[in-house]
């Protein structure tokens, strides 16, 4: 059985920086790609970043300088690295694993960024 479960959310400040983990069990995650999508308050879930087996990384271009997606496939967990984190970034961040066209979701972690 496929789990993941994101942790590392909060209530953070304008300017401030979060770090997500996103840690799998019942699967080894070195060779699925992984990724974050999130969903504002009253929105659709919208991608945010994307990592293939190999490394390599896509991002939203509202993200784009300012998130930082990672993998340390020897604790089987993926990583969102936020900072200078906007209002318009609260929302509700989803981790994800894509494995043979077949895709895994973790239950959520709430960020919310106000002053």
């Known amino acids: 059985q496929v789990q993941l479960v994101e942790s590392g959310g909060g209530l953070v400040q304008p300017g401030g920086s979060l770090r997500l983990s996103c840690a799998a069990s019942?699967?080894?995650?070195?060779?699925?790609?992984m990724g974050w999508y999130r969903q504002p308050p009253g929105k659709q879930r919208e991608l945010v970043a994307a990592?293939?087996?190999?490394?390599?990384?896509d991002y939203a271009d509202s993200v784009k300088g300012r998130f930082a997606i990672s993998r340390d496939n020897a604790k089987n967990t993926a990583y969102l690295q936020m900072n200078s984190l906007k209002p318009e970034d609260t929302a509700v961040y989803y981790c994800y694993l894509t494995r043979i066209g077949r895709r895994y979701w973790g239950q959520g972690t709430q960020v919310t960024v106000s002053s």
């Open positions: 019942g699967i080894g995650v070195s060779v699925y790609a």
């Open positions: 990592i293939t087996s190999g490394g390599s990384t």
